[in-house]
């Protein structure tokens, strides 16, 4: 047959990612073959200069990965053009390498979409799932492409992100096991254009990585300062109880003080007692054994 | 709303062969709990979460694979199809050998917990062996004891017959055999068993000085009638006392 839906989708990333996102990138490419790589682009420039970028390599969509403080990963979808975009920030990832997912797949062959309902119920929803199918499935008779369907992309809405799930299809009774690679997607925001344009919608849920980190760098500080104020009420408290007492003008009616003695002051050195020794007195060793003694009692 | 009017210009009209995608539940699975509403899955729980999208994707294997095959798109890959597979052979092997290691950890284990198991019974076994052979040694030492004794004349323990009834040894018509040795004899040899407690026999303890049930009267006081009616009283049962047997003694002497 003849390759009538042409879909180019770019990969690539800025610099500064780590290597769970490399392979991540790259078991992306293998498993789908209408994809084209690119080299890192420099972070100094300006996001819709990747327009420009799928415009000279003749691609129509995009799947841009970006990491930021070496920590945070996040992931651009556009349709390069006009199209709408949008940002996620990607968590959870584990890559095909994995040797706990025991599933294999043809190299390029067209998989299956599989949503979730409630991307039927929200608008937003329905937009991103129109995104997903655009990007991820594999035209038919694409010259790199098997034409076999052999697995099946998973796409939920769990607990308000996007889990990404990749399966083989063993048997015709539909029993699967895991292929990978697989990663969870936070919603941040839909543009209208590709990478910038006016926000057609804004997650209300989604909280960035640095205000967690602060959240919890600052309740670990309250717990400290609440754990400080205690303790400085405590402080209060004790030195508060005292009873201020008045000065009682009686005490002092008894009071004698004694004679005052002269001041003698030594200039010769005293004769040095001699040493003798007290037999009655048990030496030291016995004086020891006693003590056992008394303690084992 | 914007999103709407945006995903209207946006979508492409193309046929469901191209794009692929089924929108569906979850199989129903009848082992999973309360009516399987998707809100119930807690996302914390990774098993339950995990479970939750297999099912997803098996209802949409299950709903897709049909459609393909009207289609004539071929979902069954030939056992003679050769083709690059999207992880490389060795990262298969290295798979497949973990999961070997796994299994032979377990099987491992398994065996050596058996094992252990089998040693504990084993010696329970053995132990109960050997207690039941000394039981039979002691019962058989018994059995040849009272026939020495001669309680019974009868070899019947010889041809190992555990159930012998007691009664059998008094049906004899022997009277000497019949009694054997003195009734005093034979109350010690019941309370204490044949050659048995030496020590500790012969008390007087509260109990045993209270015990009057072995005082005869007329024994005591030499009034009842004879044994054989006449006037032998004195010789079989009265006893001189201490001073009287030594005066014998040494007249004797």
Same mark, same amino acid.
């Given at each position: 047959?003849?390759?009538?839906?042409?879909?180019?989708?770019?990969?690539?990333?800025?610099?500064?990612?780590?290597?769970?996102?490399?392979?991540?990138?790259?078991?992306?490419?293998?498993?789908?073959?209408?994809?084209?790589?690119?080299?890192?682009?420099?972070?100094?420039?300006?996001?819709?200069?990747?327009?420009?970028?799928?415009?000279?390599?003749?691609?129509?969509?995009?799947? #841009?990965?970006?990491?930021?403080?070496?920590?945070?990963?996040?992931?651009?979808?556009?349709?390069?053009?006009?199209?709408?975009?949008?940002? #996620?920030?990607?968590?959870?990832?584990? *890559? @095909?390498?994995?040797?706990?997912?025991?599933?294999?797949?043809?190299?390029?062959?067209?998989?299956?979409?599989?949503?979730?309902?409630?991307?039927?119920?929200?608008?937003?929803?329905?937009?991103?799932?129109?995104?997903?199918?655009?990007?991820?499935?594999?035209?038919?008779?694409?010259?790199?492409?098997?034409?076999?369907?052999?697995?099946?992309? *998973?796409?939920?809405?769990?607990?308000?992100?996007?889990?990404?799930?990749?399966?083989?299809?063993?048997?015709?009774?539909?029993?699967?096991?895991?292929?990978?690679?697989?990663?969870?997607?936070?919603?941040i925001k839909i543009f209208q254009g590709s990478?910038?344009?006016?926000?057609?919608?804004?997650?209300?849920?989604?909280?960035?990585?640095?205000?967690?980190?602060?959240?919890?760098?600052?309740?670990?500080?309250?717990?400290?300062?609440?754990?400080?104020?205690?303790?400085?009420?405590?402080?209060?408290?004790?030195?508060?109880?005292?009873?201020?007492?008045?000065?009682?003008?009686?005490?002092?009616?008894?009071?004698?003080?004694?004679?005052?003695?002269?001041?003698?002051?030594?200039?010769?050195?005293?004769?040095?007692?001699?040493?003798?020794?007290?037999?009655?007195?048990?030496?030291?060793?016995?004086?020891?054994?006693?003590?056992?003694?008394?303690? *084992?009692? | 709303?914007?999103?709407?009017?945006?995903?209207?210009?946006?979508?492409?009209?193309?046929?469901?062969?191209?794009?692929?995608?089924?929108?569906?539940g979850q199989v129903v699975d009848p082992?999973?709990?309360?009516?399987?509403?998707?809100?119930?899955?807690?996302?914390?729980?990774?098993?339950?979460?995990?479970?939750?999208?297999?099912?997803?994707?098996?209802?949409?294997?299950?709903?897709?694979?049909?459609? @393909?095959?009207?289609?004539?798109?071929?979902?069954?890959?030939?056992?003679?199809? #050769?083709?690059?597979?999207?992880?490389?052979?060795?990262?298969?092997?290295?798979?497949?050998?973990?999961?070997?290691?796994?299994?032979?950890?377990?099987?491992?284990?398994?065996?050596?917990?058996?094992?252990?198991?089998?040693?504990?019974?084993?010696?329970?076994?053995?132990?109960?062996?050997?207690?039941?052979?000394?039981?039979?040694?002691?019962?058989?030492?018994?059995?040849?004891?009272?026939? %020495?004794?001669?309680?019974?004349?009868?070899?019947?323990?010889?041809?190992?017959? %555990?159930?012998?009834? %007691?009664?059998?040894?008094?049906?004899?018509?022997?009277?000497?055999?019949?009694?054997?040795?003195?009734?005093?004899?034979?109350?010690?040899?019941?309370?204490?068993?044949?050659?048995?407690?030496?020590?500790?026999?012969?008390?007087?303890?509260?109990?045993?000085?209270?015990?009057?049930?072995?005082?005869?009267?007329?024994?005591?006081?030499?009034?009842?009638?004879?044994?054989?009616?006449?006037?032998?009283?004195?010789?079989?049962?009265?006893?001189?006392?201490?001073?009287?047997?030594?005066?014998?003694?040494?007249?004797?002497?």
């Amino acid at each position: 047959g003849k390759w009538k839906n042409k879909e180019r989708v770019l990969i690539f990333s800025s610099r500064g990612i780590n290597f769970r996102t490399r392979h991540l990138m790259q078991d992306l490419r293998t498993l789908m073959p209408h994809s084209k790589a690119d080299t890192k682009m420099d972070r100094k420039d300006q996001l819709f200069v990747i327009n420009e970028v799928c415009e000279m390599k003749n691609c129509n969509k995009c799947i #841009f990965f970006e990491a930021k403080k070496k920590q945070d990963l996040y992931m651009w979808l556009s349709n390069t053009p006009q199209g709408p975009s949008a940002k #996620f920030l990607v968590q959870n990832v584990h *890559t @095909l390498a994995e040797l706990k997912m025991t599933g294999n797949c043809l190299r390029g062959s067209r998989p299956l979409l599989s949503f979730d309902p409630t991307f039927d119920k929200e608008p937003h929803y329905a937009l991103l799932k129109e995104l997903f199918i655009q990007i991820f499935s594999t035209p038919q008779y694409h010259p790199k492409s098997q034409p076999f369907v052999d697995h099946v992309f *998973t796409f939920t809405i769990t607990d308000e992100r996007i889990w990404f799930r990749n399966y083989q299809i063993i048997e015709e009774d539909a029993s699967l096991v895991e292929i990978g690679p697989r990663f969870v997607l936070n919603l941040i925001k839909i543009f209208q254009g590709s990478f910038g344009g006016p926000t057609l919608y804004e997650n209300p849920h989604y909280r960035s990585p640095n205000m967690h980190r602060r959240l919890i760098r600052l309740s670990v500080a309250a717990k400290f300062r609440e754990k400080q104020q205690v303790k400085e009420v405590q402080k209060i408290k004790k030195k508060g109880s005292k009873v201020l007492i008045e000065e009682d003008p009686t005490e002092v009616v008894f009071e004698t003080p004694a004679e005052e003695k002269p001041v003698e002051i030594q200039l010769v050195k005293p004769e040095s007692k001699p040493i003798v020794k007290d037999k009655k007195k048990p030496r030291k060793i016995q004086r020891k054994k006693q003590k056992k003694l008394f303690r *084992t009692e | 709303d914007g999103l709407k009017q945006c995903l209207s210009e946006f979508k492409q009209q193309l046929a469901w062969v191209e794009r692929l995608d089924v929108t569906s539940g979850q199989v129903v699975d009848p082992v999973s709990q309360s009516a399987s509403d998707k809100d119930a899955v807690d996302p914390e729980n990774d098993f339950q979460r995990e479970m939750s999208f297999y099912r997803q994707a098996q209802a949409a294997v299950l709903e897709a694979l049909p459609r @393909l095959r009207k289609l004539q798109v071929p979902t069954r890959r030939p056992d003679d199809y #050769f083709a690059e597979m999207a992880k490389s052979d060795q990262q298969m092997q290295k798979i497949r050998q973990k999961l070997k290691s796994k299994q032979e950890a377990m099987e491992r284990s398994e065996k050596a917990k058996q094992l252990r198991a089998m040693r504990k019974y084993g010696k329970k076994v053995q132990t109960e062996i050997l207690q039941r052979r000394q039981k039979e040694k002691k019962n058989m030492l018994n059995a040849v004891k009272k026939y %020495q004794k001669g309680l019974s004349d009868k070899l019947d323990f010889l041809d190992e017959e %555990q159930t012998s009834s %007691q009664g059998n040894k008094k049906g004899s018509a022997n009277q000497r055999i019949k009694k054997g040795p003195n009734a005093k004899r034979r109350y010690k040899n019941q309370k204490f068993g044949f050659g048995g407690k030496k020590k500790g026999s012969k008390w007087n303890t509260k109990e045993s000085f209270n015990d009057v049930s072995s005082f005869r009267s007329k024994v005591a006081h030499n009034k009842g009638p004879g044994k054989a009616g006449k006037g032998g009283k004195k010789a079989l049962n009265k006893r001189p006392g201490k001073r009287a047997r030594q005066k014998m003694k040494s007249r004797a002497r």
